[in-house]
């Protein structure tokens, strides 16, 4: 069993710099891969990021390619979401997910967290 915690959202201005955590608890948690998605109010649920369980792979949707990036520390149980340039069209509430495979479809996720509010105005 595996529990996430995400916390770092904010209200921002566009252009700044904003880090997400995904704090999780379970002695599994550094053979799952993770990944990043979020929803803007109105709008499904989208992929982000994803990194593999070694963090020696990663993925990124071209909408966050070159601002976007995600890190874990396996010794920590965290992964990190750092997002640099941020725009108005990156206001939705972000969720940490870990599944047993490295993938961009949500119903490879397993594990969920309750989500972190990001808010840029223009």
């Known amino acids: 069993q595996v529990q996430l915690v995400e916390s770092g959202g904010g209200l921002v201005q566009a252009g700044a710099s904003l880090t997400l955590f995904c704090a999780a608890s379970?002695?599994?948690?550094?053979?799952?891969?993770t990944s990043w998605f979020r929803q803007a109010p109105g709008k499904e649920r989208e992929f982000v990021a994803a990194?593999?369980?070694?963090?020696?792979?990663?993925d990124y949707a071209d909408s966050v390619n070159g601002r976007f990036t995600i890190s874990r520390d396996n010794a920590e149980n965290t992964v990190y979401l750092q997002m640099n340039s941020l725009k108005p069209e990156d206001t939705a509430v972000y969720y940490c997910?870990?599944?047993?495979?490295?993938?961009?479809?949500?119903?490879?996720?397993?594990?969920w967290g309750q989500g972190t509010q990001v808010t840029v105005s223009s």
């Open positions: 990194i593999s369980w070694s963090g020696a792979n990663s």
């Open positions: 379970g002695r599994t948690f550094s053979s799952y891969a």
């Open positions: 997910a870990a599944g047993s495979r490295h993938s961009r479809y949500q119903h490879h996720y397993v594990y």
